[in-house]
């Protein structure tokens, strides 16, 4: 049985840090993209970054790009979203997902239940 699950999550101050965590388990995930999306309460889901099975390849929303980083482990399945000068507006519950390469939540495939991130100004 599939399953990812994120972690690392929690509350801080503006222009804080946390790092993200996913745990992906129930089949390889090597050949498949990592992506981190967010939720904000009475939003849409949106797009955060993207990795694909080659970690040069990385996509980012343009409202965290320079603040963000994505990276993953493949020999331990896991995709990481190490974050930074963290402000309000990034407020959510983030998510982690894999499938395809891609800025759209459909062609992801498999997801986490998410994990909360509050920042406070």
């Known amino acids: 049985q599939v399953h990812l699950v994120e972690s690392g999550g929690g509350s801080v101050q503006a222009g804080g840090s946390l790092r993200l965590s996913c745990a992906a388990s129930g089949r390889d995930f090597s050949g498949d993209a990592m992506g981190w999306f967010r939720q904000a309460p009475g939003k849409e889901r949106q797009f955060v970054a993207s990795i694909g099975r080659l970690p040069i390849n990385t996509l980012y929303k343009h409202f965290v790009e320079g603040r963000f980083i994505i990276s993953r482990d493949k020999d331990k399945n896991m995709a990481f979203l190490q974050m930074t000068s963290l402000k309000p507006e990034d407020t959510a519950v983030y998510y982690c997902?894999?499938?395809?390469?891609?800025?759209?939540?459909?062609?992801?495939?498999?997801w986490g239940q998410g994990c909360q991130v509050t920042v406070s100004s």
């Open positions: 997902a894999a499938g395809k390469y891609s800025q759209l939540s459909k062609d992801y495939t498999y």
